[in-house]
């Protein structure tokens, strides 16, 4: 499961300095007024939208940003274009499994803007259910232990119902079944700052490449993620730290 913690923790930093800040807002706004329109404005009735209001605000998200797209959701700003999810399933150019999760006004554009990122990079879109089999859905939450002991954070996601803990040097990820997210998302919350906290795609194995395979393969989900209607991209290749060093280098 290391592979993607690992890549979801590079994209994060280097979003964090990113200059398409504004495309993440536009995104992130898109998931309030999907969430709001699901289960409603109130974040306490609605944990769908709790998660997504603690990204934006991770995010920095500007406070009438989020204001608009929670008014836009309950149809207080109009009632605007539909929002449709959908999910894209493929494979990269060196066999590799993709789940591309889209939020699109247009599914006809969606679709031909992710097929024709894939095969600008050597991939190809799949048809429905050619690599989810390959997928498990589950509840994904990231810890930055700090100066707090990440034994005791594992024991205590565990306790409250965790499948998986994985303690590193800098972070703590946990992975949860779908119906146990919200018991041990509270559980943590309640002692320690949460940093990510959302439903992931996780794969049941992982592949290896060699270095410049894989490399080709992060060009791939840079690509898709860098596409307007593309919320989450995950894939099965395996990402080590060494790996992600050489990519960040290259990228820089």
């Not at 495309?23 to 699901?38: D, P, S, Y």
């Not at 999760?101 to 894939?118: A, H, I, P, Q």
């Amino acid at each position: 499961m290391s592979g993607h913690s690992k890549w979801a923790t590079i994209k994060r930093s280097k979003g964090a300095a990113d200059a398409k800040r504004g495309q993440l807002f536009t995104k992130i706004g898109h998931e309030i007024v999907v969430a709001v329109r699901e289960g409603g404005p109130d974040p306490e009735a609605n944990f769908r939208l709790r998660l997504v209001l603690e990204k934006a605000r991770q995010a920095n998200m500007p406070k009438e940003n989020i204001e608009r797209a929670i008014k836009r959701g309950s149809g207080a700003a109009g009632s605007g274009v539909e929002l449709i999810e959908a999910l894209y399933e493929g494979y990269g150019p060196n066999g590799t499994a993709f789940i591309v999760e889209t939020l699109s006004d247009n599914k006809n554009r969606t679709v031909s803007d992710v097929r024709r990122g894939f095969s600008r990079h050597g991939g190809n879109l799949g048809a429905d259910g050619s690599v989810a089999w390959m997928f498990s859905r589950k509840g994904y939450i990231e810890i930055d232990p700090g100066d707090e002991d990440a034994d005791e954070i594992a024991l205590v996601a565990i306790d409250a119902g965790a499948e998986d803990v994985e303690t590193g040097k800098d972070v703590v990820s946990i992975y949860t079944n779908q119906r146990d997210f919200k018991t041990v998302q509270e559980a943590l919350a309640a002692k320690y700052t949460i940093g990510t906290a959302e439903m992931v795609w996780v794969p049941q194995s992982t592949m290896t490449l060699d270095d410049k395979d894989a490399i080709q393969t992060m060009k791939l989900i840079d690509a898709l993620e860098e596409l307007e209607d593309v919320q989450h991209v995950y894939t099965n290749l395996d990402i080590t730290d060494d790996l992600a060093a050489k990519y960040e280098a290259e990228a820089a």
